[in-house]
Nanobody, 122 residues
């Protein structure tokens, strides 16, 4: 079991930056993959970024040049550093986790946070 809590969402103007945090507990943090997904109103939840237990990271096409996923094993926390934000980035952002190996598929993740709202104004 891994319990995840997101924080750091808020309102930001287009072109601005925001950093989301995901605090994890319940399992050795270094042995899990962490990921960020997002869901806008009326749309399906979509992959944003993931980082494996070995620290390999990967991104969606929309995120790869603007966002950075990282983790701090000592504090059992994952981050999503978002730069050059666009209105289309507006969504509820969810932290997710699974053992060891990352994935881009929603259904493959075992544990989810409650989400944090990110709103980008134009």
């Amino acid at each position: 079991q891994v319990h995840l809590v997101e924080s750091g969402g808020g309102l930001v103007q287009a072109g601005g930056s925001l950093t989301l945090s995901c605090s994890a507990s319940g399992r050795t943090f270094s042995s899990v993959a962490m990921a960020w997904f997002r869901q806008a109103p009326g749309r399906e939840r979509e992959f944003v970024a993931a980082i494996a237990s070995n620290a390999d990271s990967y991104y969606s096409d929309s995120a790869k040049d603007r966002f950075t996923i990282s983790k701090d094993n000592a504090h059992a926390t994952a981050y999503l550093h978002m730069n050059s934000l666009k209105p289309e980035d507006t969504a509820v952002y969810y932290c997710a986790s699974k053992p060891y190996t990352g994935s881009t598929v929603v259904g493959e993740y075992d544990w989810w946070g409650q989400g944090t709202q990110v709103t980008v104004s134009s």
